[in-house]
């Protein structure tokens, strides 16, 4: 079966082709996807040129009032930045455009178009591949160049739900020691992927046992493979509540991509021992939300398993839900990962979604400068005691008022 006319596909050019020299050619990922039948609102485009790369770039991004990077001046790789689109121009490397597309990973990237001619350039059957929905390596020394390529293979299959060709499988597991020297920024990018999509913890699992998790998670064995496989079911046995799965998929700040969802998944990779886990997670260069967000789970895990919720005084609740704060939906996916139910959790989930309420949510009745005020006190560590003991006296319905407040702190600072 002949590819579609990729003109007919292109539709929606931040662009427009005449700008491109004779010839140009786009490459790679955006390729692929319009001939899988894959749209994005946001285009990603990749162009290599025989000569001028960086000069078509800069004259598109004058006429157009759009973003100009040079990325590279020895490469002669400079990138566009419109509004709705981000368009990489290349130098072509080697003396034709078959030796370039021969230096890539996999045959279902190096499918180039040329949009003057409207002509499809696949000397590697890339097409082929695509059809049968396979991932295919072109060379064993394309992927040893640059040994990020081995794990891209297993989120490029898990991305477009395509299988690893055998050979190319049994050559990564053979090169997969080498994922230790990749620079650990670039490793978590491709994990965030496989973190964060469904489809991404089956491979995720394949990685692990073709050797490719265990340069960057030392700690790791079947057993935490098989908590990482329960955690997509976990999440769907939340569906009665919906507000916490909603929480789960979003990110852990705005300006971090990985989901509540992922750093579940993360939790189960790293070392039960927070400790040893934050060193692991700080080799790969996570942030200090994902690394708190992390530890925090696995400090607090035990509290769980160790008593149930309905065994837990109100003010062990306090202190639990004090200390999680807005981790609590991820430890409790952890927590039914490991066997407890969602009915003896429900008391909590309860608690925690509902704002008005006084254990997860508390309410200071009253503030440290009301307390010094009231009682004639001068700050010290002590007010911040007494505020505590106030907001327990509260939770357990001790008292209610300002007034009572006062009255509770001064016989406590009288005896």
């Avoid at 072509?92 to 370039?100: K, M, N, S």
Wanted: net charge neutral; glycine share 4%; hydrophobic share 45%.
């Amino acid at each position: 079966m002949s590819p579609p006319l990729l003109s007919q596909l292109f539709t929606n050019l931040p662009f427009e082709w005449e700008w491109l020299p004779q010839p140009s050619y786009l490459v790679g990922g955006a390729v692929r996807d319009r001939l899988l039948g894959r749209n994005s609102d946001y285009l990603d485009l990749d162009f290599v040129l025989p000569e001028k790369a960086v000069e078509t770039a800069r004259a598109i991004a004058k006429h157009y009032k759009a973003g100009f990077v040079l990325l590279d001046a020895q490469r002669q790789i400079a990138r566009v930045v419109f509004k709705n689109a981000t368009v990489d121009f290349a130098l072509q490397e080697g003396a034709t455009l078959e030796t370039d597309l021969q230096r890539r990973d996999f045959t279902i990237n190096a499918i180039a178009y040329n949009p003057h001619t409207q002509e499809l350039i696949d000397p590697l059957q890339g097409y082929t591949d695509l059809q049968q929905r396979l991932l295919r390596m072109i060379s064993p020394a394309n992927l040893q160049d640059d040994p990020l390529r081995l794990l891209r293979g297993y989120r490029q299959a898990a991305q477009l739900d395509f299988a690893l060709e055998p050979n190319t499988r049994s050559i990564i597991r053979q090169l997969a020691p080498l994922i230790g020297r990749v620079a650990a920024e670039r490793v978590r990018v491709e994990l965030g992927y496989l973190l964060n999509s469904d489809r991404g913890t089956a491979w995720l699992e394949v990685a692990g046992e073709d050797g490719l998790l265990t340069p960057w998670f030392p700690s790791m064995t079947r057993s935490h493979i098989e908590r990482l496989l329960k955690v997509n079911s976990a999440a769907a046995s939340l569906s009665s509540f919906p507000q916490l799965v909603r929480e789960l998929s979003q990110p852990v700040r705005n300006t971090i991509k990985t989901s509540w969802l992922g750093i579940v998944k993360l939790t189960c990779l790293v070392s039960t021992n927070s400790a040893t886990a934050e060193i692991e997670l700080d080799k790969l260069a996570y942030s200090r939300s994902e690394i708190k967000a992390v530890t925090t789970a696995l400090q607090l895990l035990p509290q769980l398993q160790a008593k149930s919720p309905e065994q837990m005084t109100l003010a062990e609740q306090y202190f639990f839900f004090r200390a999680a704060g807005v981790v609590f939906p991820a430890i409790v996916i952890l927590a039914v990962v490991q066997g407890t139910s969602i009915d003896l959790l429900s008391l909590l989930i309860h608690r925690y979604l509902n704002p008005k309420d006084p254990v997860a949510h508390p309410t200071p009745i009253l503030t440290g400068n009301d307390l010094m005020k009231a009682l004639q006190l001068s700050p010290s560590p002590l007010i911040g005691e007494m505020l505590l003991q106030i907001q327990l006296a509260q939770i357990e319905g001790k008292i209610s008022t300002v007034e009572e407040a006062i009255a509770f702190a001064a016989k406590r600072l009288d005896s």
